[in-house]
């Protein structure tokens, strides 16, 4: 992770403890919709610099079950990789029912814009707008009515609808054969009692 510049600070919100997940931003007063909380920083990459990140990060998820993932579409050009420690952003979690949303400006930068009026207190969240590819590794635990179970972007979740309904007829399907094989029998002999 780059270091060396001071970690980005809101008039908004503050960076606290979080139930959803390690830390998050909260607001530190009443913040109307549409104010600008905060731009979320990093480093402005090309496609190929930003494909070879994301597919380093695609390996560590399949190793390890989880990668941490801050890389931002710009524009056809240019990506923005947000994993950098003064991005303070980068800490505010993922939500299925989000509060504030990631818009992009015409100077191409990304900034944290209030969807609805926030209140003093409430933890700011995001959707980070990722795609099914590899959304068994980014479980959700936002605990919103509207949670999907994965960190998938709303786009995205008529497709992981599909790929969900697919693995449970998978798993149904593979307890039925179980379960007529306990019928079966497990074909060794039994032996007698006594
Ligand atoms: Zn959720």
New binding site residues.
């Given amino acids: 992770m780059a270091k060396s510049k001071k970690p980005t600070r809101s008039k908004w919100a503050e960076v606290r403890g979080s139930d959803v997940h390690g830390r998050g931003m909260f607001a530190t007063k009443a913040i109307p919709e549409g104010a600008e909380i905060i731009e979320y920083h990093g480093e402005r990459i090309d496609k190929e610099e930003s494909n070879r990140r994301g597919n380093a990060l695609f390996d560590e998820a399949q190793e390890t079950g989880g990668a941490q993932v801050y890389l931002f579409t710009l524009d056809e050009t240019w990506d923005l990789d947000g994993n950098v420690e003064w991005n303070t952003a980068r800490l505010i979690n993922?939500?299925?029912?989000p509060n504030c949303e990631a818009q992009i400006d015409d100077d191409l930068r990304i900034w944290i814009v209030a969807l609805r009026e926030i209140a003093e207190g409430d933890e700011l969240t995001f959707n980070y707008g990722f795609d099914t590819d590899d959304y068994e590794s980014h479980p959700?635990?936002?605990?919103?009515e509207?949670?999907?179970?994965?960190?998938v972007g709303e786009d995205y979740w008529p497709d992981l609808e599909k790929k969900l309904k697919k693995k449970r007829a998978k798993a149904t399907k593979k307890r039925e054969a179980k379960a007529k094989k306990g019928k079966r029998g497990d074909g060794k002999k039994r032996k007698k009692k006594g």
């Avoid at 959700?140 to 919103?144: L, P």
């Avoid at 509207?146 to 960190?151: A, H, K, L, M, S």
Wanted: proline residues 0%.
């Fill in positions: 993922h939500s299925c029912d959700c635990r936002c605990g919103s509207r949670c999907v179970g994965y960190i």
